[in-house]
């Protein structure tokens, strides 16, 4: 299920480590997953898609890892900095029918 | 860059008011969504709608209705706001050309109802 704010899992780095956050999604039908990252306060911010169809897939300091095997999604930041510090939370869907927004996990990072 | 735009970052009602939460899109969006969003229980869908004058219930309906008279624009209302609406409420639209549904983010309006 989902969950925001309260009980989060927490990752704590030190500025300038990688990040590796999980997800675990739950339809194996799902054709593509989402990641997003939400501050503080502000609303959820699209960071990168993947298809199920591929294993990985990069962004600007950012990979995304995709296990279909045992239906797993990470989320990798390289060298991460203050500014990444946020709520992050998947979402997988299915064509056009509603996504299913997964665990959200909080990122600390430590200057 | 898609723009979701919420018309409050912060309201303040009373128990059994009628409220409207605004939402527009700048990028010719066909879909557009409405979610709450509480500590613990995470996104929750609201309604959604896909087109002009067109609205579909999400998982918690119920206290709330909708308005999209233009595609631009989708509105949340409470018929009478009650203290458990207190909530931080997103706004989202999508493409519907294309094979996912990407949604994209308003920055939320936090509603406190006293």
């Known amino acids: 299920g989902e969950s925001v704010g309260l009980h989060l899992p927490t990752l704590s780095v030190q500025e300038g480590d990688n990040s590796i956050i999980n997800c675990a999604y739950s339809?194996?039908?799902?054709?593509?997953f989402i990641w997003y990252k939400q501050e503080s306060g502000k609303g959820p911010q699209f960071i990168i898609d993947?298809?199920?169809?591929?294993d990985k897939r990069q962004g600007q300091r950012v990979t995304v890892l995709l296990n279909k095997t045992v239906k797993h999604l990470s989320l990798q930041i390289a060298a991460t900095q203050p500014g990444d510090s946020a709520v992050y939370f998947c979402a997988e869907g299915k064509g056009f029918q509603k996504l299913v927004f997964g665990t959200g996990t909080r990122l600390l990072v430590s200057p | 860059d898609v723009k979701v735009t919420q018309s409050s970052r912060y309201l303040v009602k009373r128990t059994g008011e009628k409220v409207f939460l605004e939402c527009v899109q700048d990028m010719d969006h066909e879909n557009m969504f409405w979610y709450r969003q509480d500590p613990g229980l995470g996104l929750r869908l609201i309604y959604f709608?896909?087109?002009?004058?067109?609205?579909e219930k999400g998982d918690i309906p119920e206290g709330y209705s909708v308005s999209r008279e233009k595609k631009e624009r989708f509105s949340l209302i409470l018929e009478s706001a009650s203290t458990n609406q207190t909530s931080m409420y997103l706004c989202?639209?999508?493409?519907?050309?294309?094979?996912?549904?990407?949604?994209?983010f308003g920055a939320g309006t936090r509603l406190s109802v006293l």
């Open positions: 993947i298809r199920s169809n591929m």
């Open positions: 709608s896909y087109d002009v004058k067109m609205k």
């Open positions: 339809n194996s039908a799902s054709d593509y």
């Open positions: 989202a639209s999508s493409l519907k050309r294309g094979a996912k549904n990407i949604q994209y």
